[in-house]
């Protein structure tokens, strides 16, 4: 299908005349991504950058898009996602990620909850080299880097082991990556105390890193969520470096409430002086897996062949069984995890559901669909676990150091659907934050945590990455049940200049970039 009729473009240079932009967005409302009040002009293309940005572009485009009526912005900069999963693809249709695409997003973070490869300029080749239509942001993953020299096992590392893990880190972050990333609740990299983890991010921070974090304990699992905060921030004081925390909650029943008190620490370490910021999503269910909802963690030390052997073992499986219970009474039940994982008896239904169609009890299902996913190589315990309060998910929104992210995994809609979602139903429903800084939340402030350059705002001389949509039709499709429909709205996305998206169509373009971090001056050329 053709870009020039799905966006109602038209010529905008008469015969003979040369066009002195390529694109001229008119007649839009444009809010920039910073804090500026919206003004009604024109954005100009030329190439891969911004020309020009004001109320009437002075020169005339070999393409107008007609724009009023609707919101123009920089293309939204997603935090934190999973998108390897499309971008990795062996499928060129998949690598175009149209599920960012369709919500405006043109930037994408990538290697989080600390599973970023160290090898980041080999990975960073094969990407461009295969064509992403999303921009994205590397980083070196802790668990990656932990993985690779410890294995999984739960042990400290010793003085030669910890060196190569501090070099693998430096490697990284010489070659591009915008810092360290960790998931401190995930086994192996919950098998690590906290000054490991701050001697490893110490190479990050000297190169200019970001640690970016799942904290050990968003709930009461093991320190706590105010346990966990104050961990994270500690890393940040003595690692020397700014800290961001990922989606940001306070998760299950036992925390609920808490977000003031998680708040209050995270500003008087601001008022202190310290550079701490964290990304949200605007949903009340997180998105995890039974493996890391209900089970204990020094039971899956070794792997899913250990952790099926513990099973076999009357006596640690009836440990893992008394634990898991209490975990599920966090988590809110057996009736709060909905089973989202493609393909499989339970898909669509939650845990309660499926113990009573096999008349077992709860913990005695999720053991059977996690042993029976272990045993064919893992993929079949997705969830999407409720246990989040409205209240909590309001209060940080309004914090003016959160920004947006989708943590978009698979089996949940945030992965289709964040930011259309953020918009009807905390903008225009619940009116919790106003359009501006929705738009900044998403984009200016985004590039400010992550340093990106020439990115995030509508600036002459900036990356052309600019998103046009309707104030009353983007909205999202996927829920719950139906978690991979594309949302709507958006009449036009470009990416480093070419045309993304074309009224909620993605148009096949593949124009993304690594955006790899210059060299810090202690690193060999690249």
Request: with cysteine; net charge neutral.
């Amino acid at each position: 299908m053709a870009a020039a009729s799905l966006l109602a473009i038209g010529s905008g240079a008469g015969a003979g005349t040369p066009a002195e932009y390529d694109i001229v967005i008119h007649g839009g409302t444009i809010y920039d991504g910073s804090e500026a009040r919206p003004f009604v002009g024109d954005v100009a293309l030329a190439g891969d950058r911004i020309a020009y940005v004001g109320p009437r572009a002075p020169g005339k485009g070999a393409r107008i898009i007609d724009a009023k009526g609707m919101i123009v912005t920089p293309g939204f900069i997603d935090a934190h996602t999973h998108a390897d999963v499309f971008i990795r693809s062996a499928d060129p249709a998949q690598r175009v990620n149209a599920a960012w695409l369709d919500q405006g997003v043109s930037t994408v973070m990538i290697g989080v909850d600390g599973g970023g490869t160290p090898d980041v300029a080999e990975d960073a080749r094969t990407l461009e080299a295969s064509g992403i239509g999303t921009n994205a942001v590397p980083f070196v993953g802790f668990g990656a880097v932990r993985q690779r020299v410890l294995g999984d096992d739960a042990r400290a590392p010793d003085g030669a082991e910890l060196a190569r893990m501090k070099a693998l880190v430096a490697k990284a972050m010489c070659e591009g990556a915008t810092g360290l990333s960790a998931g401190l609740f995930y086994a192996p990299q919950s098998f690590a105390k906290t000054e490991e983890v701050i001697a490893v991010a110490r190479e990050a921070a000297v190169r200019g890193g970001l640690y970016d974090t799942h904290q050990r304990d968003e709930s009461s699992y093991s320190i706590g969520l105010l346990g966990s905060v104050d961990e994270v921030l500690r890393i940040g004081r003595e690692a020397g470096m700014p800290v961001h925390f990922a989606h940001i909650k306070a998760l299950g029943v036992d925390v609920q409430g808490e977000a003031a008190a998680v708040i209050a620490r995270i500003d008087k370490a601001r008022a202190a002086g310290q550079d701490v910021t964290a990304d949200q999503y605007p949903w009340l269910a997180s998105g995890s897996s039974l493996d890391a909802s209900l089970l204990p963690r020094w039971s899956v030390d070794g792997g899913d062949k250990a952790l099926l052997a513990r099973l076999d073992d009357p006596a640690a499986a009836a440990r893992i069984r008394t634990e898991m219970v209490e975990n599920l009474r966090r988590r809110g039940g057996a009736p709060s995890l909905l089973l989202t994982a493609q393909g499989y008896p339970w898909t669509g239904k939650t845990l309660e559901q499926m113990a009573a169609e096999w008349k077992i009890d709860p913990i005695e299902a999720a053991l059977k669909i996690i042993r029976q996913s272990a045993e064919k190589g893992g993929g079949g315990t997705d969830v999407a676990s409720f246990n989040m309060a409205e209240s909590d998910v309001e209060l940080f929104m309004k914090q003016p150091w959160i920004v947006t992210s989708s943590d978009g995994s698979n089996g949940h809609p945030r992965m289709y659907a964040t930011f259309p979602e953020k918009y009807v139903k905390y903008v225009k429903q619940r009116r919790t934050i106003d359009l501006g800084t929705f738009v900044r939340q998403s984009t200016g402030r985004v590039a400010d945590i992550y340093k990106l350059d020439h990115r995030g705002y509508l600036k002459a001389g900036n990356f052309a990455d600019v998103l046009v949509f309707s104030p009353d039709r983007f909205a999202p499709r996927a829920d719950y049940v139906h978690p991979r429909e594309l949302s709507t709205g958006v009449k036009a996305l470009f990416v480093n200049g070419k045309l993304a998206v074309s009224d909620s169509q993605t148009t096949g373009t593949s124009a993304g970039r690594v955006l790899l971090r210059p060299a810090p001056k202690d690193c060999p050329a690249r």
